[in-house]
């Protein structure tokens, strides 16, 4: 607000579709422009390592269908999404109602409403953080038993076995890379190239708790502020 002269309400409700129960939006705030229009507020905090996604006025794809579904829900025409990078670093952008893009949204949402909510019936299994955060979550408990896998795995895990080699190959390969890079580099903090681009090997200190000492010196303590941390590994045996 202080940067921009931009007014943020905040709503201390959900909102919903007037034609789809299923759509809803739990928006940070309202904005009213100059022109008295309301508008989407929405704000991201953002890791330095992720500052390249915000470079030149991006905005990484599931903010912008995060804006985008609000944008359908609420009826509204604009958005403000606001980023704080790395704690210190702040930028905003404006983001306009996508009329095909909320289609594809509504189309999506609806089918998974009616096929995968009501019918209970779980969607397919895909490479997202999403699927893997819900399977982590669902099974996170385990039984010690063994379970007949269908032949139709086989193929699965053959792809599986053969991209974790592949894994292990470009991990060794990123190594060696990095090795020559530090070798470059010597005892200096930077180096840089011609065309600009700057390579960084620093220092960096940690303060490290010996539990092991800890553990052996003042078991009391310890036993105080030791917490079970339990989840489940994937592994494969011939």
């Known amino acids: 607000m202080n940067r921009t002269g931009l007014k ?9 579709h007037p034609r789809f129960p299923f759509m809803f939006a739990d928006v940070d705030g309202i904005v009213t422009d100059e022109r008295g229009e309301k508008c989407i507020f929405e704000a991201k905090t953002v890791s330095q390592y992720r ?10 794809t599931e903010y912008m269908m995060q804006v985008q579904h609000y944008l359908a829900v609420c009826n509204m025409q604009k ?39 009501k019918c209970d019936i779980r969607p397919e299994i895909d490479d997202s953080e999403a699927t893997k955060e819900f399977l982590d979550r ?9 379970v007949p896998l269908d032949r ?32 470059a580099l010597g005892e200096h903090e930077e180096g840089k190239f011609e065309n600009g681009q700057i390579v960084r090997w620093k220092r960096i200190e940690k ?3 010996d539990s092991k000492r800890l553990k052996a010196e003042k078991p009391e303590i310890y036993n105080q502020y030791t917490s079970v941390n339990a989840y489940r590994t994937l592994s494969i045996a011939s």
Not at 92 to 114: C, G, H, N, P, S
């Open 8 to 16: 943020v309400r905040q709503k201390h409700f959900m909102m919903f």
């Open 152 to 183: 139709s795995l086989v193929k699965v895990l053959e792809e599986y076995q053969d991209v974790s080699d592949q894994l292990k190959d470009m991990e060794k390969r990123k190594i060696g890379l990095s090795n020559q890079l530090k070798a």
């Open 51 to 60: 500052e390249d996604e915000w470079k030149n006025g991006k905005i990484p």
């Open 79 to 117: 958005a403000y999404i606001a980023a704080l990078i790395g704690g210190n670093h702040f930028i905003y952008y404006t983001i306009l109602r996508d009329e095909e893009m909320i289609a594809d949204l509504v189309y999506a949402e609806k089918k998974f409403w009616e096929y995968n909510v």
């Open 207 to 209: 303060n490290l708790l």
């Open 138 to 146: 669902k099974y996170k408990e385990s039984v010690k038993d063994s």
